[in-house]
């Protein structure tokens, strides 16, 4: 390079393709260290994808953590407004709640042990159900044992033993208990294809079949007596109760108080 007024030289350098080359490599080095410092240590890595997601989170976090702060600090004010109330005697010791400032004890409701007044009215409501249930049939005489109702429910449909339908369909609400009829032994206890049980109870020459129970409380082979339950209904499916006597058909509505 020279000075346009007096033609002398006032510095040169030799340009040459390995030189270029360094000068570029070096160039583009330090322009990615520049952007990665200003990446990381500055908040324009705020602007770039991905990045506002997490600070998104980040902001979740903290506010969730500033309330568990916020919490504690109430249940500390707390526990020291008890603490100067005893001091300066203006609640008795015996009227103080405790509270944790470490951890949230949940409020459990203790409830109290039946007194004789209660049991002797369980006992006289239960037995008020159970001769609402029962029944001595004078048009059927080989039932003279009493009949409890399988279910608390509304027949919907009938038994037709010219169509060959020989059970009676009954509705009843979710979680409606399913009970033996009589004194017997569950015979047979199988899963159906909609996920719902056939129960078969077995008491001398007499047999009752349940389809659709929801939920079966009695094992196979169990021992049950009249009135105890022995399944739950799921809500979805209807009852299906056959009676057979030595073989013969028993229509349910003439035999049981619905």
Do not use: C
């Not at 770039?48 to 902001?59: D, K």
């Amino acid at each position: 390079m020279l000075d346009d007024t007096t033609l002398r030289e006032v510095f040169h350098f030799r340009v040459s393709l390995l030189g270029a080359v360094s000068v570029i490599t070096i160039s583009i080095i330090a322009l990615i260290v520049l952007l990665s410092v200003l990446i990381v240590y500055t908040p324009i890595r705020n602007i770039l994808p991905g990045y506002s997601a997490s600070l998104r989170q980040q902001l979740i976090d903290e506010s969730a953590r500033v309330d568990s702060l916020q919490a504690d600090l109430r249940l500390q004010r707390q526990y020291l407004d008890v603490i100067k109330a005893l001091t300066a005697g203006d609640i008795q010791s015996d009227s103080v709640q405790s509270l944790d400032s470490l951890q949230r004890v949940e409020k459990v409701q203790i409830v109290s042990q039946p007194n004789e007044a209660t049991e002797a009215f369980m006992a006289q409501y239960e037995q008020k159900e159970r001769d609402r249930l029962m029944l001595f049939s004078s048009t059927a005489p080989r039932f003279v044992r009493q009949l409890y109702r399988p279910v608390r429910g509304i027949i919907v449909a009938s038994a037709r033993p010219d169509h060959h339908i020989y059970g009676v369909t009954v509705h009843a609400a979710k979680n409606e208990t399913v009970v033996a009829t009589t004194r017997g032994t569950l015979v047979s206890v199988e899963r159906l294809m909609d996920d719902t049980y056939a129960v078969t109870l077995q008491h001398g020459d007499m047999m009752t079949s349940y389809r659709h129970v929801g939920h079966v409380l009695k094992p196979q082979g169990a021992k049950v007596e009249a009135g105890e339950s022995i399944g739950l209904m799921d809500g979805e499916h209807d009852l299906v109760v056959e009676l057979w006597d030595a073989g013969q058909f028993v229509n349910p509505e003439e035999v049981i108080v619905w």
